[in-house]
């Protein structure tokens, strides 16, 4: 037992008697806005990697490491879309990976779903993800076709729109959202210049829009967001997020392109916070930008660069019911996290 102790301790001792002064601890970096009515934005946190994830290695575990190698840890290449669970898990989609991260901050879990080079429903380029009440994991392909589902487990149960040969029903699908109470899918199809509402089990039951600019026409739809009793889409080449009601029918619309404040020039994703107002990811201005229900600009977040709060090809955003705002901030390969904090009484007629 002597022999090991001294071949342990050896390894762990550093080949010069003189020991090396330590680095400074980085500073954290630290964000924040305040906002009219005491509201407030935080910035949280960031993360890209299985191992922020994980709970902190013990000696043992380190000393394997030492001896063996670092094992490899999955990370974020070219995240895109992003969605919470009940369980609070964040889910990642990554087209760079063609797979999805599922990230648990609170059992300290990680997860990786792919499913490539499968003769059969091999997933190519996962696109965009919802789950729904039961919290199964619904993952468009663009590539594919097709729409895959996978329990909360990360097992895979199925794909819906393939027809027969494997094929994909859908020419480019998208965005997608999940109505688990009325048992409604809602599918983006960018390519097609539609939305389509289907049931549980894949088969459609209407189509939303046509090719166009008008109320009711898309010209590139790409997300979609449930809010209540409404649809949200994001008609990316109309420069617009159009709202309907979940049958179909046009509600308003926010959003025009143009390079002042409050225009949009490639949006790619909405989300609401508890108070109700719309948040819309710009990739190009790497801008995160705050509207009211009548399409006024509250306030925008971010610049282009790679510090807290600064963004680079941001693509996906999810607020989650403690108005926790995810912003994936695709370039930087990373994910932001803010925290919002609204106010502590219903706002006043006339306070946004």
Same mark, same amino acid.
Not at 50 to 74: C, S
């Given at each position: 037992?002597?022999?090991?102790?001294?071949?342990?301790?050896?390894?762990?001792?550093?080949?010069?008697?003189?020991? %090396?002064?330590?680095a400074p601890a980085a500073t954290p970096e630290l964000w924040e806005m305040s906002l009219d009515g005491g509201r407030k934005l935080s910035w949280e946190h960031s993360f890209n990697s299985e191992v922020?994830?994980?709970?902190?290695?013990?000696?043992?575990?380190?000393?394997?490491?030492?001896?063996?190698?670092?094992?490899?840890?999955?990370?974020?290449?070219?995240?895109?879309?992003?969605?919470?669970?009940?369980?609070?898990?964040?889910?990642?989609?990554?087209?760079?990976?063609?797979?999805?991260?599922?990230?648990?901050?609170?059992?300290? %879990?990680?997860?990786?779903?792919?499913?490539?080079?499968?003769?059969?429903?091999?997933?190519?380029?996962?696109?965009?993800?919802?789950?729904?009440?039961?919290?199964?994991?619904?993952?468009?392909?663009?590539?594919?076709?097709?729409?895959?589902?996978?329990?909360?487990?990360? %097992?895979?149960?199925?794909?819906?729109?393939?027809?027969?040969?494997?094929?994909?029903?859908?020419?480019?699908?998208?965005?997608?959202?999940?109505?688990?109470?009325?048992?409604?899918?809602?599918?983006?199809?960018?390519?097609?210049?539609?939305?389509?509402?289907?049931?549980?089990?894949?088969?459609?039951?209407?189509?939303?829009?046509?090719?166009?600019?008008?109320?009711?026409?898309?010209?590139?739809?790409?997300?979609?967001?449930?809010?209540?009793?409404?649809?949200?889409?994001?008609?990316?080449?109309?420069?617009?997020?159009?709202?309907?009601?979940?049958?179909?029918?046009?509600?308003?619309?926010?959003?025009?392109?143009?390079?002042?404040?409050?225009?949009?020039?490639?949006?790619?994703?909405?989300?609401?916070?508890?108070?109700?107002?719309?948040?819309?990811?710009?990739?190009?201005?790497?801008?995160?930008?705050?509207?009211?229900?009548?399409?006024?600009?509250?306030?925008?977040?971010?610049?282009?660069?790679?510090?807290?709060?600064?963004?680079?090809?941001?693509?996906?955003?999810?607020?989650?019911?403690?108005?926790?705002?995810?912003v994936v901030d695709s370039f930087n390969r990373r994910v932001q996290v803010f925290q919002y904090v609204g106010l502590k009484t219903p706002p006043r007629e006339g306070l946004q």
């Amino acid at each position: 037992m002597a022999l090991v102790v001294t071949g342990i301790a050896l390894l762990l001792t550093p080949l010069s008697a003189t020991p %090396k002064p330590k680095a400074p601890a980085a500073t954290p970096e630290l964000w924040e806005m305040s906002l009219d009515g005491g509201r407030k934005l935080s910035w949280e946190h960031s993360f890209n990697s299985e191992v922020e994830v994980r709970p902190n290695r013990g000696f043992w575990t380190k000393l394997v490491n030492v001896i063996a190698g670092e094992p490899e840890y999955h990370s974020l290449v070219r995240p895109y879309s992003i969605a919470t669970d009940s369980r609070g898990r964040i889910l990642v989609t990554d087209p760079g990976a063609a797979g999805v991260h599922i990230f648990d901050f609170t059992q300290h %879990k990680y997860k990786f779903i792919q499913r490539t080079g499968k003769d059969k429903d091999s997933m190519l380029t996962p696109q965009c993800i919802a789950v729904d009440a039961q919290d199964n994991i619904y993952v468009t392909d663009s590539d594919a076709g097709v729409i895959f589902v996978f329990e909360p487990s990360g %097992k895979y149960l199925h794909t819906l729109g393939s027809l027969k040969g494997g094929e994909g029903y859908f020419k480019r699908p998208t965005g997608i959202a999940v109505d688990s109470a009325a048992q409604r899918i809602y599918v983006s199809d960018t390519l097609r210049d539609q939305v389509f509402i289907l049931d549980m089990q894949g088969k459609v039951l209407q189509t939303i829009g046509k090719s166009g600019d008008a109320e009711g026409e898309f010209n590139l739809p790409t997300e979609l967001r449930l809010d209540g009793p409404n649809l949200m889409v994001v008609d990316a080449m109309n420069f617009r997020v159009q709202v309907f009601d979940r049958s179909g029918a046009f509600q308003y619309a926010i959003g025009k392109i143009g390079d002042s404040t409050g225009a949009m020039f490639r949006p790619k994703a909405v989300s609401i916070d508890s108070e109700g107002d719309i948040y819309v990811v710009d990739a190009l201005w790497g801008v995160v930008q705050v509207f009211n229900r009548q399409g006024q600009l509250l306030y925008y977040f971010g610049s282009k660069g790679t510090h807290a709060g600064e963004f680079q090809l941001p693509s996906g955003l999810f607020i989650d019911h403690d108005d926790r705002v995810l912003v994936v901030d695709s370039f930087n390969r990373r994910v932001q996290v803010f925290q919002y904090v609204g106010l502590k009484t219903p706002p006043r007629e006339g306070l946004q």
